[in-house]
Structures are given as structure tokens and as C-alpha cells.
T-cell receptor, first 112, second 115 residues
């Protein structure tokens, strides 16, 4: 299983762009990179997933360099409601026997 | 709303007792995953079922067991409960049949308190 490393916490002011980087040096060829958001006492919520280059949806962008050893989740113009824990996961569920392992995540605090 | 339903939302029981947590996956999802989240441990993967069959086991204690039924709902059974089993238990589901890396969709969890 590819191990991930993320900052434990980050602070940001409202309206700023936030970039959270995740390191996954031993990512395997078939592994995908998936980010989840979790609010207190709620289940994690899928944000975005990618394999390489850049992926963008209505919530965030995911930047993946060519070597895929890291990835960056970009949240544009954050608001107070973006305060949450963000998890980076790396794995290949397609193998059928590789569980997705959540690390400690990054606790993002957005300040007014 | 993720479409994953977990019952009950809260459960308070005594040490030594047995409880059953229930999960109904999103319509069409064949996979069910169980996770445990306690304050000091983060999200711990317990077990994965796909279309009724166990596919992977994580840090699941021998006192815990799970199954997925023909209608695809799943139950997590926790027995001989200890104080340390107090946690949020999450169920997640995903499609996976033609999209093996489809994301997980989590329910809102069952908060278990063992007294």
C-alpha cells in the first residue's frame, strides 16, 4: 500500500486559495489518487480523483506531476464552511483486495 | 445526502454486550466497506464486502464480524464490547463493477458508546 504524507494542519483566511500537498513516493502504476473531505461527526465526502496531470470539478482541482509521487488539492476562494479534515488516499481498489487506507488527514481551518 | 443509510445513529450499551450495526448501500452499489473512527485512532478500515463475499480485512478484531446479505445490505456485529470500542462506525459503498476505482460514499455513521 502506498503511504501518504500530508501536513497535519493548515490555516487560511476566507477568500484565499488553499493548496494541500500530499506525498506518495511509492505510488504504484495502477494506483489512483483520491481526496475526501470530512466534517465533524459526519462521514467523509468524496471531493476529487485523478490518475495523472490535472483534474478539475466544481469543487476543487487536483494537480498531479508526471512522476505522480505527490499531488496537490487546490480549493479556490475558501469559505468558513470549508473548515474540515482533508484526506489524501492512494490505492487501486480495482485489484479487489486493496483497501483504501485513510491517514491522519489535514485539518484545514478557515478564518474570517 | 450520500444515499448510504446507517442505523441506528446512536447506540449506548454496557461492557460485555453485543450490538449490530446496519448499513444500506446506495442503490446499485455492490461493495460495502466498514470503518471505525475513534478520537485517537483516526479512520481505521475494518472490512470490505463485494456482492456478498468478503474481499479484504483490515484491523478488525475477532470479537467483530460482518456480513453482506443478498439484498446487499450489510451488518457489523460487535460482541463482548469493551470501553475502547466506543467510536463512530462508518459504512461506505461504491459501485466498482465497471468502475473499479469509483469513490467511496459514506453514511453518517453510528456513534457507539460503551459504558
Amino acid at each position: 500500500l502506498a503511504k501518504t504524507t500530508q501536513p497535519i494542519s493548515m490555516d487560511s483566511y476566507e477568500g484565499q486559495e488553499v493548496n494541500i500537498t500530499c506525498s506518495h513516493n511509492n505510488i504504484a502504476t495502477n494506483d489512483y489518487i483520491t481526496w475526501y473531505q470530512q466534517f465533524p461527526s459526519q462521514g467523509p465526502r468524496f471531493i476529487i480523483q485523478g490518475y495523472k496531470t490535472k483534474v478539475t470539478n466544481e469543487v476543487a482541482s487536483l494537480f498531479i506531476p508526471a512522476d505522480r509521487k505527490s499531488s496537490t488539492l487546490s480549493l479556490p476562494r475558501v469559505s468558513l464552511s470549508d473548515t474540515a479534515v482533508y484526506y489524501c488516499l492512494v490505492g487501486d481498489k480495482g485489484s479487489g483486495n486493496t483497501p483504501l487506507v485513510f491517514g491522519k488527514g489535514t485539518r484545514l481551518s478557515v478564518i474570517a | 445526502d450520500s444515499g448510504v443509510t446507517q442505523t441506528p445513529k446512536h447506540l449506548i450499551t454496557a461492557t460485555g454486550q453485543r450490538v449490530t450495526l446496519r448499513c444500506s448501500p446506495r442503490s446499485g452499489d455492490l461493495s460495502v466497506y466498514w470503518y471505525q473512527q475513534s478520537l485517537d485512532q483516526g479512520l481505521q478500515f475494518l472490512i470490505h464486502y463485494y456482492n456478498g463475499e468478503e474481499r479484504a480485512k483490515g484491523n478488525i478484531l475477532e470479537r467483530f464480524s460482518a456480513q453482506q446479505f443478498p439484498d446487499l445490505h450489510s451488518e457489523l456485529n460487535l460482541s463482548s464490547l469493551e470501553l475502547g470500542d466506543s467510536a463512530l462506525y462508518f459504512c461506505a459503498s461504491s459501485v466498482e463493477l465497471q468502475a473499479p476505482n469509483s469513490p467511496l460514499h459514506f453514511g453518517n455513521g453510528t456513534r457507539l458508546t460503551v459504558t
